[in-house]
Nanobody, 118 residues
Framework: QVHLVESGGESVQSGGSLRLSCAAS????????MGWFRQVSGKEREEVGT???????RYADSVKGRFTISQDNAKHTLYLQMNSLKPEDTAMYYC????????????WGQGTQVTVSS
């Protein structure tokens, strides 16, 4: 079992920055991939980006060049640095972990809300 807790979401103005954190505990050695996702009420969940244990990252086109995923393995924490935020980035942001990326991300946090106003 893995327990994930996201934090850092808040309301910001367009063009601003935020850093989200995701603290992992439990059987985290099982995790080979971690990722950030977001969801707006009534819409499908969108993958923001992922990072593997060896540091390989992948991002959605909508956030490339603005968002950066990083991890502190010693602190078992995943980060999402979000710059140049836009109103369309408003969503509930979730982190996830699994043995591999994609459909193998099977542990999820409870989410943290990001609201970007114009």
């Amino acid at each position: 079992q893995v327990h994930l807790v996201e934090s850092g979401g808040e309301s910001v103005q367009s063009g601003g920055s935020l850093r989200l954190s995701c603290a992992a505990s439990g059987d985290i050695y099982d995790g080979a991939c971690m990722g950030w996702f977001r969801q707006v009420s009534g819409k499908e969940r969108e993958e923001v980006g992922t990072i593997t244990n060896d540091g390989i990252t992948r991002y959605a086109d909508s956030v490339k060049g603005r968002f950066t995923i990083s991890q502190d393995n010693a602190k078992h924490t995943l980060y999402l640095q979000m710059n140049s935020l836009k109103p369309e980035d408003t969503a509930m942001y979730y982190c996830a972990i699994g043995r591999a990326c994609g459909h193998y991300l099977n542990y999820w946090g409870q989410g943290t809300q990001v609201t970007v106003s114009s």
